[in-house]
């Protein structure tokens, strides 16, 4: 797939999950639902890449950044978005978790020596200004209450461990090993810490088996996990985290259209405002890398 493509999956998938996130909040804890979410993506991942003769047995010293890999991409930063997602709306926590676009880029920078593109900056800038529009009216009226900033907190605690996981997938590439392998040890990886971490808080292993509940977690497992992070990992190997973490930027604008559709979410000016600085953004940092 080009990378435009890759790009487009990320966004649009992503864009969905937030939605979908609300549905496996409740009888079931977050660590619960994400350890079931990974562990069957894993599976899946698993499966598919013996049915494409890709190598599954890797060299020991790869396991090390693979389990650093789903810790941080899998584990800790899926739970602080579920737990975010508890005290504020999915289209604030999408915009909190726009900032892994800095993140990605300061990141890449000081890990890999990556020069930061003026032209990437700037989109990226307009970009999340674009995103702190769009829901800037949202944000107000949810007034300074410690459920807020509880929920702020975990958002941004998730970007950074998502940030962070980025990083150490793109490290872990230089093993050569095939995309759909790393991922579904990293999500293997990510789903025991998990597991182990629901059990030390007491939380119970229990599965809601009601429609809303069963259909998300498929739809999350599937297209969230399975499809969207392959082509987003695909991504950060040909471009790099700095500029594959855009994706996370463009995002909540589509988080912002499914809820139009079928929330009857009402556009105003600042939200019309910021999703033309979105687009700008998207513009600027997609041809970045381009001479």
């Given at each position: 797939?080009?990378n435009?493509?890759l790009y487009?999956?990320?966004?649009?998938i992503w864009?969905?999950t937030?939605?979908a996130?609300?549905f496996?909040l409740?009888?079931?804890g977050a660590?619960?639902?994400?350890a079931?979410?990974?562990?069957?993506a894993?599976l899946l991942?698993?499966?598919y890449?013996?049915?494409?003769?890709?190598?599954?047995?890797l060299?020991?010293?790869?396991h090390?950044g693979l389990?650093?890999?789903g810790?941080?991409?899998f584990?800790?930063?899926?739970?602080f978005?579920?737990?975010?997602?508890?005290?504020?709306?999915s289209?604030?926590v999408?915009?909190?978790?726009?900032a892994?676009?800095?993140?990605?880029?300061?990141?890449?920078r000081?890990?890999?020596g990556?020069?930061i593109?003026?032209?990437?900056?700037?989109?990226?800038?307009l970009?999340?200004a674009g995103?702190?529009?769009?829901?800037s009216?949202?944000f107000r009226?949810l007034?300074?209450s410690a459920?807020?900033?509880?929920?702020?907190l975990?958002?941004?605690?998730?970007?950074?461990s998502?940030?962070l996981?980025s990083?150490v997938?793109s490290?872990?590439q230089?093993f050569?090993?095939?995309?759909?392998?790393n991922?579904a040890?990293?999500?293997?990886?990510?789903?025991?810490?998990?597991?182990?971490?629901g059990?030390?808080?007491g939380?119970?292993?229990a599965?809601?088996?009601?429609?809303?509940?069963?259909?998300?977690?498929l739809?999350l497992?599937?297209?969230?996990s399975?499809?969207?992070?392959?082509?987003?990992?695909?991504?950060?190997?040909?471009?790099g985290?700095?500029?594959?973490?855009?994706?996370?930027?463009?995002?909540p604008?589509?988080?912002?259209?499914?809820s139009t559709?079928?929330?009857?979410?009402?556009?105003q000016p600042l939200?019309?405002?910021g999703?033309?600085?979105?687009?700008a953004?998207?513009?600027?940092?997609?041809?970045?890398g381009?001479?």
């Amino acid at each position: 797939m080009s990378n435009l493509v890759l790009y487009l999956l990320s966004v649009f998938i992503w864009g969905s999950t937030w939605i979908a996130i609300k549905f496996q909040l409740g009888p079931v804890g977050a660590s619960v639902s994400v350890a079931s979410r990974f562990g069957l993506a894993s599976l899946l991942l698993f499966a598919y890449a013996r049915l494409r003769d890709l190598p599954v047995v890797l060299p020991r010293p790869h396991h090390l950044g693979l389990a650093a890999q789903g810790a941080l991409l899998f584990g800790i930063n899926y739970v602080f978005v579920y737990l975010s997602e508890r005290y504020l709306p999915s289209g604030i926590v999408a915009m909190v978790f726009s900032a892994i676009v800095f993140f990605n880029l300061l990141g890449a920078r000081l890990w890999f020596g990556t020069p930061i593109a003026p032209r990437a900056l700037l989109g990226a800038t307009l970009g999340v200004a674009g995103v702190v529009l769009i829901f800037s009216p949202q944000f107000r009226s949810l007034g300074r209450s410690a459920d807020v900033i509880t929920g702020a907190l975990f958002a941004l605690a998730s970007a950074i461990s998502a940030s962070l996981g980025s990083l150490v997938a793109s490290y872990n590439q230089r093993f050569s090993a095939p995309v759909i392998t790393n991922t579904a040890w990293a999500m293997a990886y990510g789903t025991v810490l998990v597991t182990v971490y629901g059990i030390l808080t007491g939380e119970s292993f229990a599965f809601a088996w009601t429609l809303p509940f069963v259909a998300s977690f498929l739809y999350l497992t599937l297209f969230g996990s399975v499809i969207a992070f392959t082509a987003y990992l695909t991504l950060v190997k040909r471009v790099g985290p700095g500029r594959a973490g855009y994706v996370n930027v463009a995002v909540p604008v589509v988080a912002l259209a499914i809820s139009t559709l079928f929330e009857n979410l009402r556009w105003q000016p600042l939200m019309v405002a910021g999703a033309l600085l979105c687009l700008a953004g998207n513009v600027l940092v997609l041809r970045a890398g381009r001479r």
